[in-house]
């Protein structure tokens, strides 16, 4: 093997000032880095990624947040190479989900120290994340979410961007189908947002769920009806803790397989960006993805 490669979004809301110190770290720590690359352009990182597993680096040590994580996986999903992942970004909801410490030095200590394990992976068609896909309200949101806006305010400008997003927003009708047949097809009149959740945390910090997991072979798919005033402020109310779903204004699901089909059709936020629409279905890719945790992360079982 030719060693790790280095590869950080200088873009990403911390990943400037982390290039050199985690080049130092990582160095100290006895991790052999083969090659490094400081991106100052975020649209480069999907192919640097690229030519670094066909290079045959392993691992790839990727600096920046959730959507540098969600255009890198598409070149790591069913490969050898191993994700190590180093939190740089607002949100790090795929850090949070793998119990990834946020500070620079313990990531770094992660990588050198850590375990292997297999997670899974959502797929929008063939396009694969790692978090959630969803369309309606957060759609909006992702609109408001400005860098600037990110950059100030840090991960507050998730629930921010989400209560503008509100106020402005058309329901839509929706129809979900599921090819395993483990639940009835349902159809909508009235809805604010459909989600797809693969991982558990999105948003800086929200659970898509309770008991939802990024090694459980499931998605978990939730949708939530315009109702009463009073009901939505409940669904706003849960969001943190994932119990939401609990609430009469939304139904939730859980299955490996979901086609969902809107009225018209529509975007689709994929972990932050807007890289697909309606009708799409949606899947899991179990064990897609090997990636470097900590040794007391309990987030997924041991690579096999």
Known sequence: MEGAALIVNARSRTGEKAFERALELLTSMGVRIGASFALSDPARLAETVHEAVTGGHDPIILGGGDGSVSSAVDFLANHNSTLGLLPLGTAND???TLEIPSSLEAACAAIAQGKVVDVDLGLVGDNYYVNVASVGLSVEATRSLSPRLKKSIGPLAYPVAAMTAFFKHE????????????????????????AVGNGRFYGGGMVVAPGSGIDDRALDIYAIKLGRRRDLLGVARYLKSGDFVKNASVDHFRSPKVILTTEPELPINVDGELVARTPQRFSVAANALRVIVPQDSTAARMDR
């Open 94 to 96: 795929f850090a949070r």
């Open 171 to 194: 329901p839509f009708v929706a129809r979900l189908s599921f090819p395993e047949r483990d639940h009835e097809p349902v159809e909508y009149g009235r809805l604010l947002q459909v």
